[in-house]
């Protein structure tokens, strides 16, 4: 059970102001398998019930190759929290940057993938049709999935995470101007054990399984 949902699934936020259009992003095509980050537009992650600005900043960029989508969070973060070493550990109790895809973009199914301070993965497949309750499968591996987390002092400290998640293991792969619906989040948590939830598309609630709430991804060769 995530706790994305299991302990944020019902916590609703009395007096939200009303939640913002749905964003979309322009996910620009490279034709090597090695980013250069530099030249890829950024999104900012905001409060993820109020929409507000968070404490600890967080940018997202994500652009695409042919086989692989890319996937990478600029974190400011003054207190690093996370006790988890084994695939599929429960990180969503502690610091961690995720993100959710569904790539039919009906919000029936759709794949989470967790990514911890210190590299390690949790990711699992969610389907969620109507009339049944929504089911997690931590069991599900995405084989292909590489990942990296690297340290960085200027110019604040910064924890960044990167995805490289194979089309192959999503099984859809994409095409010029094809859309999918996509969320970015982020947990992180304070000295004094505070944590802060942080959203791409704010959904109201801390709850991040709201896959109505995903923003959009345009996939675009400029």
């Known amino acids: 059970m995530n706790a994305s949902q299991d302990e ?9 102001p009303a939640l913002p259009p749905l964003p979309e992003y322009r996910c620009r095509h490279i034709s090597e398998d ?3 980050w530099a030249g890829i537009a950024a999104i900012e992650l905001a409060d993820v019930a109020a929409g507000t600005r968070p404490r600890m900043r967080t940018a997202a960029r ?8 890319y ?5 400011e973060d003054d207190c690093v929290v996370s006790p988890y070493t084994k695939r599929d ?10 993100c959710f895809i569904d790539t039919a973009g009906m919000g029936r199914a759709y794949y989470e993938f967790n990514l911890s301070p210190h590299n390690v993965v949790f990711d699992s497949y969610i389907t969620n049709n109507p009339g049944e309750p929504t089911a997690f499968h931590p069991e599900w591996d995405a084989q292909q999935l590489v990942t990296s987390v690297v340290y960085a ?10 995805y490289a998640i194979a089309f192959s293991d999503l099984k859809a792969t994409p095409n010029t101007e094809t859309e999918w619906r996509i969320n970015l ?3 992180d948590e304070d000295e004094l054990g505070t ?11 801390v709850n991040f399984h709201v896959p109505e709430r995903f923003g959009t991804f345009r996939f675009t060769k400029e």
Not at 71 to 75: K, L, S
Not at 195 to 205: Q, V
């Open 185 to 187: 989040f982020r947990i």
């Open 8 to 16: 944020n699934s019902d916590v609703k936020q009395e007096g939200t």
């Open 34 to 36: 090695a980013p250069d």
């Open 89 to 98: 550990d429960p990180l969503y109790e502690a610091d961690v940057v995720e």
């Open 153 to 162: 002092s200027q110019p604040k400290r910064q924890v960044i995470y990167e």
């Open 71 to 75: 996937i990478r969070f600029e974190c």
């Open 62 to 69: 994500s652009c695409w190759s042919d086989t692989t989508l």
């Open 195 to 205: 944590r802060e939830y942080t959203a791409w598309s704010p959904t109201g609630a």
